[in-house]
């Protein structure tokens, strides 16, 4: 009897084992799945290639930079575009209505009103992000003090067309102009464009 009964407890020992053992591994993937799901994408991000990202970078919280302090005190309506831009609060013909209202000097009016009409039929591809020089002794800049830089943009596409750069520059001699590409290499979802440090911009591309 005694041997009887010690059977049945080692029995019943091993089948709560294993029934722990089947709750443990049934809860796992249930729990990596939460984290997975939780866990914030970065893969859209604007970045400088790897080449030159020692020398130059693109700034994705562009409100905590002195250019965008500049800008609010310039254009706040501008300013709470660009924010409201990067939060998915705006799109193309929303913003379109608040350059058409900035109170731009007479001289950059012409310009202003050129952007405006190449960006009807756009739609928004990325957040704005500030372009910066990081280590100007290594920087070549060109004859009129522009940089030409390569970022890679995640969110191209093998059909998207019409791909350029809305870009507000202070410094530049054009405060506001849509900018083609010198090159566009959507296999490696690449674009090299010509910026002045400082710039602000984002990427923009036909509607579909």
Do not use: R, W
């Not at 002045?196 to 591309?205: K, P, S």
């Amino acid at each position: 009897m005694k041997i009887a009964k010690k059977f049945m407890t080692l029995a019943l020992a091993a089948a709560l084992g294993v029934g722990c053992a089947t709750v443990g591994v049934g809860a796992a993937p249930s729990n990596t799945s939460d984290v997975t799901e939780k866990a914030p994408s970065q893969t859209s991000d604007v970045t400088v290639s790897s080449e030159q990202s020692p020398i130059y970078e693109v700034v994705k919280e562009i409100e905590k930079t002195e250019s965008f302090k500049d800008l609010q005190a310039k254009y706040p309506d501008l300013a709470d575009a660009f924010t409201a831009i990067n939060n998915s609060e705006m799109e193309i013909n929303k913003f379109i209505e608040i350059l058409k209202s900035l109170p731009v000097d007479e001289a950059d009016k012409a310009d202003l009103e050129d952007a405006i009409s190449k960006l009807e039929g756009k739609e928004i591809v990325t957040g704005v992000y500030e372009f910066d020089v990081l280590k100007h002794e290594d920087a070549e800049p060109n004859d009129d003090g522009t940089y030409e830089v390569t970022i890679q943009v995640p969110s191209i596409t093998d059909t998207m067309e019409g791909i350029q750069l809305f870009v507000y520059s202070k410094d530049g001699t054009k405060k506001m102009v849509v900018i083609d590409p010198s090159k566009i290499d959507k296999k490696n979802k690449t674009l090299t464009v010509t910026l002045n440090d400082g710039d602000f911009f984002m990427v923009i591309a036909d509607a579909k």
